[in-house]
């Protein structure tokens, strides 16, 4: 007879307890109901309280075993923005009006550097992005803050 696997469920919080075995998020602080590592579990171990995570994990009668943790994708906004001094007021949909493509009036040559300034943005998205399990729709909004930070007046620090 062939076992069949239990289909991973999603969990997105915030951590509220750890241990060496696992974690509890803060939705299951009431039902007393953790996260743990388990034996084959091979990635970060190494949470801290007050992290926004997302996690695959299996259920095993009561129990529950950790199949895979990152940021949440909040978190992992909140980290880019803080890394790259964007402020809590960003407003995306300003960048993009303020970032669309030259006007034809425009000379060649700030066409041209324009076009290399949001190249070489995405690209610096591209990198930045590398082992992390990111949508195209982030990489982009990553490379538009990138490009945003290159073409300001004033130099933040």
Not at 103 to 112: A, D, F, G, L, T
């Amino acid at each position: 007879m062939e076992k069949k696997k239990a289909k991973p469920e999603t969990h997105i919080g915030r951590i509220a307890r750890t241990s060496p075995y696992g974690f509890q998020l803060e939705q299951h602080v009431a039902d007393e109901k953790w996260i743990n590592y388990g034996n084959y579990f091979e990635g970060k171990k190494e949470w801290e309280v007050g992290q926004e995570v997302e996690c695959a994990v299996n259920a095993l009668g009561d129990k529950m075993y950790l199949n895979q943790i990152d940021l949440s994708i909040d978190a992992k906004d909140k980290q880019i923005d803080s890394a790259m001094g964007v402020k809590d007021d960003f407003d995306l949909d300003e960048f993009k009006d303020n970032t669309k493509r030259p006007s034809p009036n425009q000379s060649e040559n700030q066409k041209r550097q324009r076009s290399i300034v949001r190249q070489s943005s995405l690209k610096s998205a591209v990198e930045f992005a590398k082992g992390q399990d990111l949508k195209l729709e982030e990489v982009f909004n990553i490379a538009e803050a990138m490009y945003d930070w290159v073409e300001q007046d004033e130099v933040p620090f």
